[in-house]
Antibody, heavy 120, light 110 residues
Framework: QVQLQESGPGLVKPSQTLSLTCTVS??????????WSWIRQPAGKGLEWIGR???????NYNPSLKSRVTISVDTSKNQFSLKLSSVTAADTAVYYC????????????WGKGTTVTVSS | QSVLTQPPSVSAAPGQKVTISCSGS????????VSWYQQLPGTAPKLLIY???KRPSGIPDRFSGSKSGTSATLGITGLQTGDEADYYC???????????FGTGTKVTVL
């Protein structure tokens, strides 16, 4: 079955760019049936939707993060990536990647999550 | 600030039933499918309900979902200690062109 795995630095300095990659295994990221999404969760708080990308490269972003977020896809590596610029301590969170069913708005496969801390 | 509102917590004794509400608007719940997720401590969220009331394979029928207008409800019957977790509703917001999660509800089994 499809599995997702997040990877990237666990520590990022303030004002720098957070970069994470999600590797998809057991299935093709080029499937037309899914979006590929990023969600985050600060410690002790709720889930925050960051954005998503379709295999074509079409994206949607959370309006509150839109000016700082870029999500891209590399179909040759079966990966998609998140870049969040100008980070502050408020961006410290567990970051999850997930698969979202097109037109159905549900996420049926999630990665285990990776913790990113923003600190100097 | 989430566009979907849930009660912070609900509780009941083992074997009893709890319901969790998720309140939104016409731009989200009112015109889009609702899903529900269970997050056990220290783990990633897990899909419980999709398309308002459907259960993925492996999810027991103790879990149920419904939607009416701009609100949705998750029901858990025959409550078990293993159901202690945080629960989130989710949907798409057509006005924001963005996904949205509820504020989350902690279920405690007394």
């Amino acid at each position: 079955q499809v599995q997702l795995q997040e990877s990237g630095p666990g520590l990022v300095k303030p004002s720098q760019t957070l970069s994470l990659t999600c590797t998809v295994s057991g299935g093709s990221i080029s499937s037309g049936s899914y979006y590929w999404s990023w969600i985050r969760q600060p410690a002790g708080k709720g889930l925050e939707w960051i954005g998503r990308i379709y295999t074509s490269g079409s994206t949607n972003y959370n309006p509150s993060l839109k000016s700082r977020v870029t999500i891209s896809v590399d179909t040759s590596k079966n990966q998609f990536s998140l870049k969040l610029s100008s980070v502050t301590a408020a961006d410290t969170a567990v970051y999850y990647c997930a698969r979202e069913r097109v037109t159905r708005a549900y996420m049926d496969v999630w990665g285990k999550g990776t913790t990113v801390t923003v600190s100097s | 600030q989430s566009v979907l509102t849930q009660p912070p917590s609900v509780s009941a004794a083992p074997g009893q039933k709890v319901t969790i509400s998720c309140s939104g608007s016409s731009s989200n719940i009112g015109n889009n499918y609702v899903s529900w997720y269970q997050q056990l401590p220290g783990t990633a969220p897990k899909l419980l309900i999709y398309e308002n009331n459907k259960r993925p394979s492996g999810i027991p029928d103790r879990f149920s979902g419904s939607k009416s207008g701009t609100s949705a409800t998750l029901g858990i019957t025959g409550l078990q200690t293993g159901d202690e977790a945080d629960y989130y509703c989710g949907t798409w917001d057509s006005s924001l062109s963005a996904g949205a999660f509820g504020t989350g509800t902690k279920v405690t089994v007394l």
